[in-house]
């Protein structure tokens, strides 16, 4: 899996956007980026994920540039509840045997 | 909705002892993982499966074995807990796109 690499921490006020940067540089043509977040004390849980084309959801958008090796994912209301710890990560997105890593993600801290 | 569960939020294991955990989705995914989660070292794979009574070690096997006999139902065994396997274990499920959907997590001290 290609390797990520993340600011460790970010601020954002509540109400705008959230706009949060990972970098691949390395990324494979059959990788997908994946992006997950951890608030405090909970299990990961999913966001959105992408291969080439820019995804969103009802959680957020996934914006990848034209040569694939950067993504920025982006909270377009931050609320205080979307504070926690973003982590971007690419893999092959098919069948398991495929181990997915968790670095060390962005630390995002939404302020009233 | 995705729901991944498992079993114990909370356990307290003397050394020595055999630990059970277990995991449960209601997804019919075929992948299942385990990770522990401990501060500063990030969510690190213990073992994973592909498929029923199908396993694979991950980053961090030894001291863990697993069983996979039904497809919705990943158990994590810890044969003799020892101090150092106090953590934080994480069950996930995958279908065949990629996106984990992960459980509310296990937090075990050992004694």
């Known amino acids: 899996d290609a390797k990520t690499t993340q600011p460790p921490s970010m601020d954002c006020a509540e109400g705008r956007a959230a706009n949060l940067p990972c970098n691949h540089s390395t990324i494979s043509g059959n990788e997908y980026v994946y992006w997950y977040r951890q608030i405090h004390s909970q299990g990961p849980q999913y966001i959105i994920h992408g291969l080439k084309n820019n995804e969103t959801n009802e959680m957020a958008s996934l914006i990848i540039t034209e040569d694939r090796k950067s993504s920025t994912l982006i909270l377009p209301h931050a609320t205080l509840r979307d504070t926690a710890v973003y982590y971007c990560?690419?893999?092959?997105?098919?069948?398991?045997?495929?181990?997915?890593?968790f670095g060390g993600g962005t630390r995002l801290m939404v302020k009233p | 909705d995705v729901k991944v569960t498992q079993s114990s939020r909370y356990l307290v294991k003397r050394t020595g002892e055999k630990v059970f955990l277990e995991c449960v989705q209601d997804?019919?995914?075929?992948?299942m993982f385990w990770y522990r989660q401990d501060p500063g070292l990030g969510l690190r794979l213990i073992y994973f499966s592909y498929d029923v009574k199908m396993k694979e070690k991950g980053d961090i096997p030894e001291g863990y074995s697993v069983s996979r006999e039904k497809k919705e139902r990943f158990s994590l065994i810890l044969e003799s807990a020892s101090t150092n396997q106090t953590s934080m274990y994480l069950c996930a499920s995958s279908p065949f796109t990629g996106e984990l959907f992960f459980g509310e997590g296990s937090r075990l001290t050992v004694l």
């Open positions: 997804m019919d995914h075929e992948n």
């Open positions: 990560i690419v893999r092959v997105g098919s069948n398991a045997g495929n181990m997915l890593t």
